[in-house]
């Protein structure tokens, strides 16, 4: 961070007052520049000259060193959302008066009160599944403004104002409503993919690989998201130069941590989180709240490092809820809203004058960022206690006020001649896009072999993700050993093979809830990546499946050596090879389900309740449990693969095997007997084993087609 002591504008800010910034130039309107771009000319030139070479390590990234550079306008944005309408609650009697009102004093009228409690139950029911009536809500109004390169622009409002509506609508990051306006990268409209992957968005929650260094995610994210034909060597120094940026080179190094695993601090993770965005050089920077969860004082070291990031001539724009008056000093420009509309957009020193031009005193001993929220909230209790004296105006009268202003008007007609390309600004910046048409930036198996090496580093420094599917599937096989060791070859043995190989059926498929975390922890980071372009649907999928196939293959065979010397089944390699096949597909199998529900599942509490409830099932139409299986149910053992699986290991273990009998049975059963008994005698092993098999790759296509169509956490 040693740059810090040459004359760069962050730190004259710190040696300003928080309220005392650079004084700006009346607007003059005609020229290229933007109604509050009124900071002399000459201080610009001189702050140039000194930011020339940091411009120069941090923007030449692309290939041929080409600088990005990119200005974002918006102009009577609105966006529209359809909600259900709640039924409308109709006027009677309380649960516990009768219908004229009085409370209930004999058993007649218990009655009827118990049968009110019926309707109340019917009425429940009637309000969660009745078709409900969609209406239109309108979240953001008609919102107007801009951002320039080398500008800080803050979003700020009380709860609920649309702040972050409006940070996500800019990023072209909403998911669903309708939205209407102009949205212009240097005065072309913008392609909402392309958009997404050339520009930055840092989330209000650290998404983050916990088993992880800060260089090794860094390292991975400029793998996978700049472009492939740019050196290797290139990529690492982006990486460096980036981690020296941020001034984490003494965490470099650390384990970033999790809930269970102490790592970095909470400030210097969220530094990490702008350094996966700022690896791939965008123009545009966008961040969620980047103050969330910390302490003041780590709050504006993370604000230090986005003022240096607008510095270096990208266009920042932030949400941020209430910060310090440290903080504020570091804004250029505030946008407050009230809501879901603007009430003042501007220089945000200026903005304390705004509104005491209104006729609000500001008491010197206010934090601005608290002065101007408690304003624009319009709680009159809330003004008096922080002693701010002014008239009773509404959010809707700061609205208006604000729409009938000279600054609005001179925003609204710099807009529009943004649009109409008439500023010279749309002759000084070319398209940032134009060179980056393609989908992605990496080739399919080039970002799957990047893809698969970080899972596997992240999954296997995870001492929990090897317990679980190794050690696990291990212990289970010692305790098979103990519960079924040396079976003979009497009937009890018959009955008992049967059933030790039912047992081992079961188990390793209910232990697949085990696989269900592992989708649903990293949904974000993939829904974050992929918004980002980072690789496509298919790459992360197979690579979900390509982490956990060294353990399954592992777990089979330790299983299978252990389980089948102590129990004593069928001797011979080809009934040994065979036991191995079925439980490796019965693992894979059960990976591939466990995925499936997962991807179709919202969060972990709904799937891990969805798939023993399919295991069930299974469990009882597998042809074991119950032999007369109902006409209703007849269809689930044809989409069970563990009766596949498990007939197929009856078998192998039993088909043409003789059983011996004490003396005073009345009855000796042999192998085929148990089979023909059960219904299994005659079928094909193979065929079965080759259905276990199609279902496994059923899971995995309908698992492809959940991950990539099925989205929760819609913005």
């Known amino acids: ?46 702050e140039d000259e000194n930011l020339n070479q940091k411009e120069a390590m941090i923007l030449n990234l692309t290939p041929g060193g080409r600088q990005k550079g990119a200005f974002l306008t918006w102009q009577d944005l609105t966006y529209k959302i359809k909600t259900k309408e709640p039924p409308k609650k109709k006027d009677g009697p309380k649960d516990d008066q009768t219908p004229d009102g009085t409370r209930p004093e004999d058993d007649s009228q218990m009655k009827g009160d118990a049968q009110k409690k019926d309707n109340a139950i019917s009425a429940f029911f009637k309000k969660r599944f009745a078709k409900q009536k969609k209406s239109e809500k309108t979240i953001l109004r008609n919102c107007t403004g801009y951002v320039e390169p080398g500008n800080l622009v803050a979003l700020m409002g009380s709860s609920g104002a649309g702040k972050s509506t409006l940070l996500d609508t800019l990023a072209s990051r909403k998911t669903q409503g309708k939205i209407e306006g102009s949205i212009l990268a240097n005065g072309k409209p913008i392609n909402g993919k392309l958009f997404r992957k050339n520009v930055g968005y840092v989330e ?127 804004f250029d420009r505030l946008l407050l809203m009230a809501n879901g509309s603007t009430v003042y957009f501007g220089d945000a020193e200026k903005s304390l004058d705004y509104f005491k031009d209104m006729g609000y005193n500001y008491p010197s001993r206010l934090n601005p960022a608290e002065y101007l929220i408690a304003v624009i909230s319009a709680v009159k209790e809330k003004q008096e206690i922080l002693k701010i004296e002014g008239p009773d105006m509404s959010k809707d009268d700061f609205v208006q006020k604000w729409n009938e202003s000279q600054e609005s008007k001179e925003i609204a007609d710099y807009t529009e001649k943004v649009k109409n390309g008439q500023t010279e600004k749309n002759k000084k910046f070319a398209d940032p896009f134009a060179d980056t048409e393609k989908r992605y930036n990496t080739g399919w198996f080039y970002s799957l072999a990047v893809l698969t090496r970080r899972n596997f580093r992240s999954s296997f420094r995870d001492s929990s993700f090897v317990g679980t599917r190794l050690w696990r599937n291990v212990i289970f096989a010692l305790l098979t050993m103990s519960y079924y060791w040396g079976l003979g070859t009497d009937q009890n043995g018959l009955y008992d093979r049967a059933s030790s190989l039912f047992y081992t059926i079961t188990f390793l498929g209910f232990g697949a809830i085990v696989f269900l975390a592992k989708l649903i922890d990293g949904r974000a980071l993939f829904s974050r990546e992929r918004q980002s372009a980072a690789y496509r649907t298919s790459v992360y999928y197979l690579g979900l499946h390509i982490v956990e196939a060294p353990l399954i293959f592992l777990s089979a065979m330790l299983i299978t050596l252990i389980q089948y010397l102590a129990v004593d089944y069928r001797h011979g390699w080809y009934y040994y090879l065979f036991y ?51 006409d209703w149910w007849i269809w689930g053992k044809y989409l069970s693969y563990w009766r596949y699986a498990f007939i197929a290991l009856v078998i192998n273990e039993l088909e043409g095997v003789e059983f011996s009998c004490t003396a005073g049975q009345e009855a000796c059963y042999s192998g085929n007997d148990f089979l023909a008994q059960y219904g299994f005698l005659g079928i094909n092993k193979w065929l079965y084993s080759l259905y276990m098999w199609i279902f496994y790759f059923g899971y995995i296509a309908l698992g492809y087609l959940a991950v990539k169509f099925v989205k929760f956490g819609k913005r």
Request: glycine letters at 6%; a neutral charge.
């Open 1 to 46: 961070m040693q740059d810090r002591q040459r004359s760069t504008p962050i730190n004259r800010r710190m040696n300003q007052s928080p309220t005392i910034r650079r004084q700006p130039q009346s607007p003059t309107l005609g020229r290229e520049d933007s109604p509050s771009q009124q900071r002399s000319h000459s201080t610009n030139r001189n």
């Open 204 to 330: 209000q929650v650290d998404i983050l690989l916990g088993s992880l260094t800060p260089r090794e995610l860094l390292q991975y994210s400029a793998l996978l998201r700049l472009e492939q034909s740019i050196p290797h060597e290139d990529k690492m120094k982006r990486v460096e130069q980036v981690i020296k940026d941020l001034g984490i080179e003494h965490c470099a190094d650390t384990i970033i941590g999790d809930r269970n695993h102490r790592g970095i601090s909470g400030g210097e993770a969220k530094r990490v989180n702008i350094g996966l965005e700022l690896v791939t050089n965008p123009p545009i920077l966008f961040l969620d709240e980047p103050t969330s969860g910390l302490d003041s004082t780590t709050s504006f070291d993370v604000m230090q490092v986005v003022r240096k990031i607008a510095d270096s001539g990208r266009a920042v724009i932030c949400t941020i809820h209430q910060p310090g008056a440290d903080i504020f000093a570091l």
């Open 580 to 630: 191995n096949y079925i439980i490796l597909g019965h693992l894979y199998a059960a990976t591939a389900l466990a995925i499936l529900v997962a991807a179709l599942s919202p969060n972990f509490e709904v799937a891990s309740a969805i798939v023993p409830i399919v295991l069930s099932v299974f469990l009882v139409v597998s042809g074991f449990l119950l032999r007369n299986i109902p």
